[in-house]
């Protein structure tokens, strides 16, 4: 069974960063795609980044030149480096696997980006 579980949130000054982790397991890794999401109180979940089985990536407008997305396969792990963060980054970050028909997700870490 697909499993997945992030760690790494916070509260963090504005302007501060923070990595974000999400550990997989019960799935050859490496064949899916891995991605983050976020939902921030009184709004829809909405991408943040992918990365498919190819490392390749693709990230919001609003978190592009500042939010790294990356993976250990070995690890069966997918990071997201947040630097530069602002207030309007709050939100419970979320991560995803999916291949074809399997769809999982997380239980989500909550980022607060307060002064």
């Known amino acids: 069974q697909v499993s997945v579980g992030e760690s790494g949130g916070g509260l963090v000054q504005p302007g501060g960063s923070l990595r974000l982790s999400c550990a997989a397991s019960?799935?050859?890794?490496?064949?899916?795609?891995m991605g983050w999401y976020r939902q921030a109180p009184g709004k829809q979940r909405e991408l943040v980044a992918t990365?498919?089985?190819?490392?390749?990536?693709n990230y919001a407008d609003s978190v592009k030149g500042r939010f790294t997305v990356s993976r250990d396969n070995a690890k069966k792990t997918v990071y997201l480096q947040m630097n530069s963060l602002k207030p309007e980054d709050t939100a419970v970050y979320y991560c995803?696997?999916?291949?074809?028909?399997?769809?999982?997700w997380g239980r989500g870490t909550q980022v607060t980006v307060s002064s």
């Open positions: 995803n696997a999916r291949r074809g028909a399997s769809d999982s």
């Open positions: 990365i498919d089985s190819g490392r390749n990536t």
């Open positions: 019960g799935m050859l890794f490496g064949t899916y795609v």
